[in-house]
């Protein structure tokens, strides 16, 4: 078995390590120093007297910050070893690490302390496939530091080692030869600056200072302060307060400054997309919307910036469209895997107004909507556009980009992930069924803010027509009658793809589901087919591509559990949408720490524990977002009006909750409830 990958992490800058804080560069696993989407550390070793360290316990101080404590030598040694060491790694803009050496013995001893550096500046798309690159290496001892270069074209990255104490230093790394007095210490500060430009790295002492204010004093303040406006959680479920704060710190590390915003949106997560993914964002901002709604008007500011303009096949750009995604790598510098600027998604763009108008009933800031007035209807133009690509009135989706762009361009975004019952994998264009939930929902909402902000009833009014047309041709195109669920997608002539899928739960949260049908729908979705007692699975056993540990062929995901459950409740189907929530909270509490992206779909009765995948990046923004999502959702949070509605359906075991403070156009207000267990009137509480 592999080691554990330890991380620190701070927006879309990252460090992950072994146990004892090493560094040894994997070619399939994203270990190493990162910074908008390079490695800047691909090698950074700790030894004494030539000795590899060995862990002790480590102090998981907050998610930007963590010390490990080491012996060096075998395990023998540890019982009365004469020497110990702390390394205290910490991450802002660059990472800093203060290794301690203590000397346990009443004699002064001397040791060798040696750091081995090298970089290869691979871009973490490249990961598992890597290239060689040419790094130019300044060693410099006068000036205590080391400096790793790589340039290709105008695209440069440097990375820059310095030391607050005499070192000498080698192409290899830096070396200390220190004596420490009896029962003393020893310390050095290493400081690791990550250019993008190659400049030149500041004054050691005065770099190390800025850092340190920065981590002492801003990071643990913005920490602190983002806890505290976020409402407070009270539950007499074990564990459950602590899955929530635990939840919360996660969505403080994965928010970032892009280039170009002088605000903070949600990445994608650790450790495979740590850049501004558009799908990924959204959906963290709905989840989260009555927990931290601060995400949400840099998100959309910053998607309605990048907003397509014009018609690019490299980028899969059209006018209106929101982009899938944005990366810094060399990879997407040069087209070479990925595009750094990207819109092969076909989800994004609907999902952009559906947040839009989810925010202003929770926050009442009509300012934002008439801000945003232009890219929201620009939007919407692309739904009828340049989504439906048959003339049939469904939004479809093709790759322009036939080199490197996405195959399949919704949230189940694997190549395979699109596939009937047998195997058979549709033609292109393709239809999937939650498109058409999103661009009935986002019609709708596109209605509402077009009469109560815009002044343009008569728009209004031909959304809400379009809405009606879409639901009626979708109840009677993808209603598969003889199964009782509707159809995965429909290929290019109509044809109906009939795989059994978890998309359902979608189109239940859209509101696009006749009403007469919906029970049918939430009979499967927690049926023994697609419900394996963690979740629910993306696709449902008994057909031929079924495989529990496949992302998107039957692994259960968090964020698409959240999502379900939401639309099990819009159509008051409580007792399955409790079923669901108590399957997911189960997992992240057996787990512990950060909700992983997805786990295996194996039956809870057949593993007993929850089966994590490789390919499962934690912590995730909506999977820590989903977490919120289902709270919301157990206690029926809704702004209605200038108020906030509260309908509960808490799952039996969870006892007594209470949300204290929750933000919104009213001010702080507080939510509580009860399980079934114990008569209770639930309700909410102005303050």
């Known amino acids: 078995m592999k080691q554990e990958l330890l991380h620190v992490i701070a927006g879309n800058v990252f460090a992950n390590s072994d146990a004892q804080g090493d560094i040894e560069a994997d070619a399939r696993t994203p270990v190493g120093l990162f910074a908008y989407d390079t490695r800047f550390l691909s090698h950074w070793v700790l030894t004494i007297d030539g000795e590899r360290i060995n862990a002790l316990s480590r102090d998981e101080m907050t998610y930007f910050e963590t010390r490990y404590f080491l012996v060096p030598g075998a395990a023998s040694h540890y019982v009365d070893a004469d020497v110990s060491i702390i390394r205290h790694r910490s991450i802002h803009d660059c990472m800093h690490e203060k290794i301690t050496v203590l000397n346990h013995s009443a004699e002064p001893a001397e040791f060798t302390v040696r750091v081995e550096m090298g970089s290869d500046f691979t871009d973490i798309a490249e990961i598992g496939h890597l290239r060689r690159r040419v790094v130019e290496v300044t060693p410099d001892s006068a000036r205590r530091q080391l400096v790793l270069r790589y340039q290709r074209q105008r695209f440069v990255r440097q990375t820059t080692v310095q030391s607050t104490v005499p070192v000498e230093v080698d192409e290899g790394g830096m070396t200390f030869r220190i004596r420490v007095a009896p029962d003393g210490k020893w310390e050095t500060d290493l400081h690791i600056a990550m250019n993008m430009g190659g400049e030149g790295g500041q004054d050691v002492r005065a770099s190390l200072e800025s850092h340190q204010r920065a981590v002492r004093g801003g990071m643990r303040e913005d920490l602190a302060n983002w806890m505290e406006q976020a409402p407070t959680l009270v539950a007499e479920r074990d564990g459950l307060e602590d899955m929530y704060r635990g939840a919360l710190a996660d969505l403080a590390a994965l928010r970032y400054k892009p280039w170009s915003s ?91 107004v559906i947040l839009l108008d989810e925010y202003e009933r929770w926050s009442g800031d009509a300012d934002l909507v008439h801000e945003l007035r232009q890219p929201a209807r620009m939007a919407l133009d692309w739904i009828d556009e340049y989504g439906d690509l048959t003339g049939d009135g469904y939004v479809r989706y093709q790759r322009r980009n036939e080199s490197n762009g996405a195959i399949n361009q919704c949230w189940k975004d694997t190549p395979d992930a699109i596939t009937d019952a047998r195997g058979q994998e549709p033609a292109f264009p393709r239809a999937t069924c ?134 099990l409740r819009r159509y008051r189907f409580d007792a399955q949408a409790a079923t669901i929530t108590a399957g997911i909270f189960d997992m992240a509490h057996t787990l512990g720490g950060a909700v992983p992206e997805m786990i295996a779909g194996h039956d809870r009765s057949l593993t007993k524990y929850p089966v994590q995948l490789p390919a ?55 939510a509580y409830a009860r399980d079934r267990t114990t008569s209770h009137r639930p309700g909410a509480r102005l303050r």
């Open 434 to 567: 939650e498109l058409q939930g999103y661009a009935y929902d986002a019609k709708r909402r596109g209605a509402r803010l077009a009469r109560q902000f815009w002044g343009d009833p008569a728009y209004a009014d031909r959304l809400e027509r379009e809405a009606a047309a879409l639901k009626e041709r979708f109840n009677r195109d993808f209603w598969l009658p003889h199964r009782e669920y509707y159809a995965l997608a429909l290929d290019p002539y109509g044809e109906p793809v009939d795989a059994l899928s978890s998309n359902m739960g979608h189109l239940l949260w859209s509101g696009i589901v006749a009403d007469h049908r919906a029970g049918a729908v939430a009979e499967h979705l927690v049926g023994s087919r697609l419900f394996g007692g963690w979740g629910v699975r993306t696709f449902a056993t008994g057909q031929r591509p079924y495989n529990p540990m496949g992302s998107h062929l039957g692994a259960v995901w968090p964020a698409d559990n959240a999502l379900i459950a939401a639309g």
């Open 262 to 352: 002088p605000e903070r949106v949600p990445i994608a997560g650790l450790p495979w997309t740590m850049w501004l993914c558009g799908r990924h964002s959204i959906i963290t901002c709905l989840q989260t919307m009555a927990f931290t709604p601060e995400l949400t008007p840099a998100t959309l500011r910053m998607l309605a910036f990048l907003q397509g303009a014009q018609l690019d096949d490299d980028l899969d750009e059209e006018p209106g469209k929101i982009l899938a995604h944005l990366r810094y790598g060399e990879s997407g510098a040069f087209g070479d895997r990925a595009n750094a600027l990207y819109y092969g998604a076909a989800d994004t763009t609907p999902l952009f």
């Open 616 to 670: 499962a990046g934690r912590p995730q923004a909506w999977s820590s977002g989903a977490l919120l999502m289902l709270l919301g959702t157990m206690l029926g949070l809704r702004p209605t009006g200038d108020n906030l509605l509260v309908n509960p359906a808490v799952p039996e075991g969870f006892g007594r909750l209470e949300l204290l403070d929750i933000p919104g156009r009213w001010g702080r207000s507080d």
